[in-house]
């Protein structure tokens, strides 16, 4: 990570807010911009969608984050999502403002809430699953309706598996045989490269993805991160701490674990997913404990 400190970076970060076009603001904004105190900035690891920014004035850090490459999501949306589930106690990041750049670009300020989780435990997994199930018990009629994108599940979690005809075949039959319930807030991306730890507490990040849908398939798509880049205990520790919290039953979860294995495979087929040497591996252990699977999934190319 490359560090600027010195004065002049921090005047022309505080002028690059100062020259943005905010639509959203807060007073802490407003301070940040205004402050005669020193700023410093660090670049962090860009992700897939943007370019990220640590803002720091005493002993205060912020994160901004400027979506300047091709993924365009709606952001103005995604701020005014995180505001509404902020003052409801869900631990989210803390929208400070939200506005543009001079080509359009939107940008989003947040508080800086640590870093992404790399060691787990069982206490661990005990808070984060506390977090996942504070947002599917959050009641979604809380909330303005304009706050939670409706999407066609198949569409939005399965973008472009028409190109895989075989694989669009099974995910048609998977839907069909899923007691779907698509009435629940849910995050879509629950990972640990979306939750932040700071001084034993944890945040979920990266609200791109959050919209009204199934939060069985939520869970399932976390828990099949662990299992496939982690282990299977781990995934069912994270499971049971979860189970702890909302008594989702665990014969009910194994179709949404299909759904959420078919989705791994089609991101792959068609963008690619990052891979480590026993991933695949893993991922056929995946398919043949499931018995809504078959291993001819792994052949599906066209």
């Known amino acids: 990570?490359?560090?600027?400190?010195?004065?002049?970076?921090?005047?022309?970060?505080?002028?690059?807010?100062?020259?943005?076009?905010?639509h959203e603001t807060t007073p802490i904004l407003n301070t940040l911009i205004t402050s005669e105190g020193e700023l410093t900035f660090s670049t962090l690891s860009p992700g897939?969608?943007?370019?990220?920014?640590?803002?720091?004035?005493?002993?205060?850090?912020?994160?901004?984050?400027?979506?300047?490459?091709?993924?365009?999501?709606?952001?103005?949306?995604?701020?005014?999502?995180l505001d509404a589930l902020y003052r409801k106690g869900i631990r989210v990041s803390e929208p400070?403002?939200?506005?543009?750049?001079e080509t359009g670009d939107d940008v989003l300020l947040t508080r800086y809430h640590g870093t992404p989780v790399t060691k787990?435990?069982?206490?661990?997994?005990?808070?984060?699953?506390?977090?996942?199930?504070?947002i599917h018990r959050l009641p979604p009629d809380g909330l303005e309706e304009s706050l939670l994108a409706d999407h066609d599940f198949a569409k939005y979690?399965?973008?472009?598996?028409?190109a895989i005809p075989a694989m669009q075949k099974e995910l048609i039959r998977l839907i069909a045989s899923a007691d779907m319930k698509m009435d629940r807030i849910i995050h879509g991306d629950f990972n640990l490269g979306n939750i932040?730890?700071?001084?034993?507490?944890?945040?979920?990040?990266?609200?791109?993805?959050?919209?009204?849908?199934?939060?069985?398939?939520?869970?399932?798509?976390?828990?099949?991160?662990?299992?496939?880049?982690?282990?299977?205990s781990k995934s069912l520790?994270?499971?049971?701490?979860?189970?702890?919290?909302i008594g989702a039953a665990t014969e009910e979860l194994e179709i949404f674990e299909a759904l959420a294995c078919l989705r791994w495979l089609s991101y792959d087929r068609i963008g690619g997913v990052p891979k480590h040497a026993d991933t695949m591996k893993k991922v056929r252990k995946v398919i043949r404990d499931n018995r809504f699977l078959n291993e001819n999934l792994l052949l599906y190319e066209s």
């Open 196 to 232: 932040l730890e700071e001084n034993g507490q944890y945040t979920v990040i990266d609200w791109t993805n959050g919209q009204l849908g199934e939060p069985r398939f939520d869970l399932s798509w976390a828990c099949l991160l662990l299992r496939v880049y982690l282990s299977d």
């Open 157 to 162: 979690f399965f973008p472009g598996i028409e």
């Open 237 to 245: 520790a994270f499971l049971h701490k979860y189970q702890e919290e």
């Open 48 to 81: 897939l969608e943007a370019d990220v920014v640590k803002i720091t004035l005493g002993e205060n850090h912020f994160v901004l984050k400027v979506w300047n490459k091709r993924s365009k999501p709606d952001v103005l949306r995604q701020y005014r999502l």
């Open 120 to 134: 787990v435990s069982p206490s661990i997994f005990k808070k984060i699953a506390a977090v996942l199930a504070d």
């Open 1 to 22: 990570m490359e560090q600027f400190d010195d004065q002049a970076a921090g005047s022309a970060i505080k002028d690059s807010l100062a020259g943005l076009e905010w």
């Open 96 to 101: 400070i403002g939200y506005g543009r750049t």
